[in-house]
């Protein structure tokens, strides 16, 4: 029983692999340079503070995630993203908020998962530059702003980090 138990969950993970892999492909590649793809749309993004942020690496490495409030796979993952942010003072966190209708979506996203890490208003030019096509995604940038990782779907703390090192 335990062995049967065993395979079904072998299988399982191989196959949320494949499909996490597959999914993928869609996103940017590795080992390119940020500013060579997405440099107008990373430059002066609206916060959710009524400030700008720069979506590329300001000398550490960071974690730019794109969610939707609606996506409930985004509620159940973003709580890794925080706890990883709160541990690791050498990783930066920007969450990118797209597909959202109204502002107080992203508001009450932010209030009912107690987010500490900037929100930046994502637009279509962002999610376009980024080859977003699902949530949730993110990109890991590099100090020297090179994608180093990226991943879409769910992701448990240890794999956002194992992903950010």
């Given at each position: 029983m335990?062995?049967?138990?065993?395979?079904?969950?072998?299988?399982?993970?191989?196959?949320?692999?494949g499909?996490s892999?597959?999914?993928?492909?869609?996103?940017?590649?590795?080992d390119?340079?940020?500013t060579a793809i997405?440099?107008?749309?990373?430059?002066n993004v609206?916060?959710?503070?009524?400030?700008?942020?720069?979506?590329?690496?300001?000398?550490?490495t960071?974690v730019?995630?794109?969610?939707?409030?609606?996506c409930?796979?985004?509620?159940?993952?973003?709580?890794?993203?925080?706890?990883?942010?709160?541990k690791?003072e050498n990783?930066?966190?920007?969450?990118?908020?797209?597909?959202?209708?109204?502002i107080?979506?992203?508001?009450?996203?932010?209030?009912?998962?107690?987010?500490?890490?900037p929100?930046?208003?994502g637009n279509?030019?962002?999610k376009h530059?980024?080859?977003?096509?699902?949530?949730?995604?993110?990109?890991v940038?590099?100090?020297?702003?090179?994608?180093i990782?990226?991943?879409?779907?769910?992701?448990?703390?240890?794999?956002?980090?194992?992903?950010s090192?």
């Amino acid at each position: 029983m335990l062995r049967s138990f065993a395979i079904q969950a072998l299988i399982f993970l191989v196959v949320f692999q494949g499909i996490s892999l597959l999914r993928e492909t869609s996103m940017l590649s590795t080992d390119v340079e940020l500013t060579a793809i997405a440099s107008q749309a990373t430059r002066n993004v609206p916060t959710l503070m009524g400030e700008t942020i720069n979506l590329a690496s300001q000398g550490k490495t960071t974690v730019i995630y794109f969610f939707a409030p609606w996506c409930q796979v985004c509620h159940v993952s973003i709580g890794n993203l925080q706890s990883l942010y709160e541990k690791n003072e050498n990783l930066d966190v920007i969450a990118v908020a797209l597909d959202y209708t109204r502002i107080d979506e992203v508001t009450n996203f932010t209030r009912q998962h107690q987010l500490t890490f900037p929100i930046a208003l994502g637009n279509e030019a962002i999610k376009h530059a980024f080859s977003i096509s699902g949530y949730p995604s993110y990109y890991v940038i590099s100090e020297e702003n090179t994608i180093i990782g990226k991943s879409m779907g769910y992701s448990s703390e240890l794999g956002l980090y194992l992903r950010s090192l």
